[in-house]
């Protein structure tokens, strides 16, 4: 069975700090991996990541896949308070037709 | 572009009762999809459609849960009769079906509580 897996599952920090937040997953035929940001509503698209060691970058926000240790990351710098929400991490393989596999997230907390 | 629409935004019903949900994709996407979102279990998927065809209904939890697309701007997914347990948020998704990758757009999500 496909797993997606997030740590850590919250996180607190002061603003201005970096953050990691970590992806790994078990899937077979992986197709991408995405990232979402869920503030207190729908959650939106931050990136997809289909090639190893490309990194996607969006102002403060960047990823990166590793395909052969099967994880992804996302690293926020200078951390604002408009960043606190649930990141989350979700795999397309082609194992599950075009639905994606969603991890249960990672909550930062981000204080002032 | 009004973006994915969900109706109702909260709903707050009795156990025993029949609650629909309704979902409006974006004009143009062909996949449509269901989720579900509790603290316990995350967002899992309950189903999915392409062009109105109901693809993979694997994740819907019983036979209390249905869902239909009638035509390719409406999807209901439907619970009767409703359960405690079943409280959560629902959201439903779309994307377009030739694009790379699959990235899905998100609905505002129904806040079911079930008393």
């Known amino acids: 069975e496909d797993k997606v897996v997030q740590s850590p599952l919250s996180l607190v920090v002061h603003e201005g700090d970096t953050v990691t937040l970590n992806c790994s997953y078990e899937?077979?035929?992986?197709?991408?991996l995405l990232w979402y940001k869920q503030e207190k509503k729908a959650p939106t698209f931050l990136f997809m990541l289909t090639s190893s060691g490309i990194e996607k970058k969006s102002g403060r926000l960047s990823s990166i896949l590793d395909k052969k240790e099967l994880f992804s990351i996302l690293n926020i710098t200078a951390t604002q308070t408009g960043d606190s929400a649930i990141y989350l991490c979700a795999v397309d393989s082609s194992n599950s037709g075009y639905a994606l596999n969603f991890g249960k997230g990672t909550s930062l907390l981000v204080t002032p | 572009d009004a973006g994915v629409i969900q109706s109702p935004r909260h709903e707050v019903t009795e156990m025993g009762q029949e609650v629909t949900l309704r979902c409006k994709p974006i004009?143009?996407?062909?996949?449509l999809f269901w989720y579900r979102q509790t603290m316990m279990r995350g967002l899992e998927l309950l189903i999915y459609?392409?062009?109105?065809?109901?693809?993979?209904d694997s994740g819907m939890p019983e036979d209390r849960f249905s869902a239909k697309m009638p035509n390719a701007s409406f999807s209901t997914l439907k619970i009767q009769p409703s359960e405690p347990r079943d409280s959560a948020v629902y959201f439903c998704?779309?994307?377009?079906?030739?694009?790379?990758?699959?990235?899905?757009?998100f609905g505002p999500g129904t806040r079911l509580t079930v008393l």
């Open positions: 004009s143009g996407h062909d996949y």
């Open positions: 899937v077979t035929n992986f197709r991408s």
């Open positions: 998704a779309s994307r377009v079906g030739l694009a790379d990758g699959n990235e899905q757009f």
């Open positions: 459609f392409n062009n109105n065809v109901p693809i993979d």
